[in-house]
Every structure is written in C-alpha cells, then in structure tokens.
C-alpha cells in the first residue's frame, strides 16, 4: 500500500480541479494546469478533496499510485503557491542577459549561449542571481537543469552556473616545489 497514495488532497477555496477520460485539469489563481493519467489510475473528486485509487491491485499499478498523487499535489500547490529555482552565476565575464523570450548567457565561450524561455515561466535577472518561477514543477526544474548544464561549476574555482545552497566541493590546486 502506498503511504502517499491513500492520503486524501484537499482542495484549497480558489482552486477548480476537473477530471474528463484520463486528463486532470486544475485551475487556479496563478495558472491552469493539465496532464493525461493512465486509466490504471482511478482519480476521485467529491466534497473539496481528490483522492487516487489504483482500478487494479497489481504491481504497476501499485507502483505508480503514489506518484500520481505527488503529481496532483504538485499542480494544486502550483497554481496556488507557484515554485521558484534560483540559479547563480558565478566568474569573472559570466554574464546572463534577459532579451524578450530569450536568456542569452556569456559563460567563457566565443559566442552567446541563447535559450528560449519556456511558456509560463517567468525569469528574472539581477547581479548574477538568475530567479525562476512558475506553476509547473516539472517544467520549471528542467528549464533549471538545462540551464545549469550550459556551465556546470568547476570544482577549482566554482565558476559556472549553480542552484542556491548548492555546495561544490573544493579541489586544492597544483602546489608549487619549493
């Protein structure tokens, strides 16, 4: 039995969640969210509260039923609360520039980096702190990851891009022969 799966969800006063064949749709005040389920999943709505239940009892079926629940969790706290990433850029001439729907990054290279922001999030930029919000924790945590990968921090100097609270391990440099 899943622990996170037999927890009912309660459904806050501004949210409207709505179920049609196997897509869930939430909407709130920061958005509207949808995603398709499996029908192996049996998703109920009844008296402000969601609660998933597996149609069958076997092993797949079990083994994503706690999941799903995370995920519905996941898409009422986003349209409620919304997520944030915060990214920094740290080095000498690294750089990041907000144009319109695109973050071109100076990471060292000869050239610009350019990224697409994603529909629905929202970026912002200031002195080397690149901030991330938006409803979908999905997409908001691979935009994120994509980021990050461009320059991933050194662990001589930590230069590159890295998440706040993130701890890079130090490597000590070449020592000079007295």
Known sequence: MSLIGKQQIAIPAKVEVKTADDLVTVKGPLGE???KFPRNIEIKIADGVVTVVPVR????????WGTFASHIKNMIEGV?????KVLIIEGVGYKAELAGEKINFSLGFSHQ??????????????????????????????????????????????KGIRYEGQVIRRKQGKKTVA
């Open 33 to 35: 969210l949808s995603r």
């Open 57 to 64: 009892m076997d092993k797949f079926s079990r083994s994503l």
């Open 80 to 84: 409620t609360v919304g997520f944030k």
């Open 113 to 158: 980096v350019p990224m697409m922001i994603p529909k629905g999030l929202k970026v912002t930029h200031e002195k080397g702190v690149l901030t991330i919000t938006g409803p979908d924790k999905e997409l908001l945590g691979s935009f994120a990851s994509k980021i990050v990968a461009k320059k991933k921090p050194e662990p001589y100097k930590g």
